[in-house]
């Protein structure tokens, strides 16, 4: 089949990519120049594993191209997929549609009368029936996308289920045969309405942030009655109603989704009139953990991080990801800054992106040179060559052994038996021998 996708940032991009895998002829649509030739020439502007190769692979067997010309998707193809983004509105908790409105009024102006337009964008419930109700010249339908980042070619050549949000029986036909080789594989099918399809994806994302919150109110009661979180989480995970994925205690979550869609979607039922009010403790909670952080770096320094030099590890909201958008980690770097620390960041992937966003704190090529000299190690972000610092060698590059795992996975018995006073968040400290 030939298809368009609209819109060739993380999701689109991955998109494009994937359904060229799945054998169709696909044309990339973007409105920034710059990033219409970076994907011609097979350069990939944000890290994910597996994509630059499908790109290159694609591009080369000509079923990939890229365009900024919408009178050339119209004619090209029947089936658009829009994949813009929906960023958080400034001032407001609500969803800027802006890009969504603007790629659906210009495709719909040169789309065929056969066409489908289908959105994967997360949008607030409304949106799909509300842009069918304006392009009456062609068929909307809502096809929401779940992919993780760094694992976005997985995640959509294997996805865990496909929901096609439709209003006739010829929408769900067309999707099915795009995504014909998805669903021979065994992929799950939900086929709903437009509202309800809309409401999966926000339902799924507000639930994997409640889960990542409850967790962390967990970690703060551990905090006060001296409980461990880790221990707790694997306990109340062995039960197969909580499961024990998405548990993890740390700093919280941060990224380019989550944040913003609990928001939005907290927003959304206050317009309509219900109130999800709690999503926004479940936002006021993952916030309170970046600010645990701070308190516990200012407690270790003594009282205050005035002079302090503070080695970050970690960039980027998550491992495997150059992406820094709303990243606790630099959240925190940035605070200690501000409290008067000297503060050196060191990520794999997210260096560049985060010395443009935050330029006054400062960068180190490695982990090893971070840490030297430092009076304090934070791990907020669980690379997993962090993992395999050796305590006793890093011991002795910083001047003061003090380390706090924001993401809880580093092994405390190791770093402490190597002398470090060792902290956690929602679990017991613990002081090496030669501070004791
Ligand atoms: C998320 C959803 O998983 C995905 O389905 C949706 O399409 C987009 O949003 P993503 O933002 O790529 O994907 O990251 P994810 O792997 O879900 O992690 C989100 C954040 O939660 C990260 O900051 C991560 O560090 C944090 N997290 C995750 C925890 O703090 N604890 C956990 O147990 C799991």
Known sequence: MRLTVIGTGYLGATHAACMAELGHEVLGVDVDPDKVAALRAGRVPFHEPGLPELIAQHTASGRLRFTGDYEEAGAFA???????GTPQLKGSEGADLTYVDAAFAAIAEHAGPDALLVGKSTVPVGTAGRLA????????????????????V????????????????????????????????????????????????????????????????MAEMCEVAGGDVGVLAEAIGHDDRIGRKFL???IGFGGGCLPKDIRAFAHRADELGVSLAFLREVDAI??????????????????????????????????????????????VAARLRLDGADVTVHDPEAMDNARKVFPLLGYALSAEEALQRADLVLHLTEWPQYREIDPVRARSTVSRPRIVDGRGVLDADRWTAAGWQFRALGRPGSVGEELR
């Open 78 to 84: 029947d089936v658009h997929f829009v994949c813009v």
């Open 286 to 331: 993952n916030m309170r953990r970046r600010d645990k952080v701070v308190e516990l770096a200012r407690e270790l320094c003594g009282g205050s991080v005035l002079g302090a030099r503070i080695a970050v590890l970690g960039a980027a909201f998550k491992p495997d990801s150059d992406d820094i958008r709303d990243s606790p980690a630099l959240n």
């Open 133 to 152: 109700d304006t392009h009456t010249g062609a068929e909307v339908a809502w096809n929401p996308e779940f992919l993780r980042e760094g694992f976005a």
């Open 248 to 250: 993890r205690a740390g």
């Open 154 to 217: 997985e995640d959509t050549l294997r996805p865990d289920r496909l929901v096609f949000g439709v209003r006739s029986k010829r929408a769900e036909t067309i999707l099915r045969a795009v995504y014909a080789p998805v669903l021979a594989a065994g992929t799950p099918l939900v086929t709903a309405d437009l509202p309800t399809a809309e409401l999966v994806k926000t339902a799924a994302n507000a639930f994997l942030a409640t889960k990542i919150s409850f967790i962390n109110a």
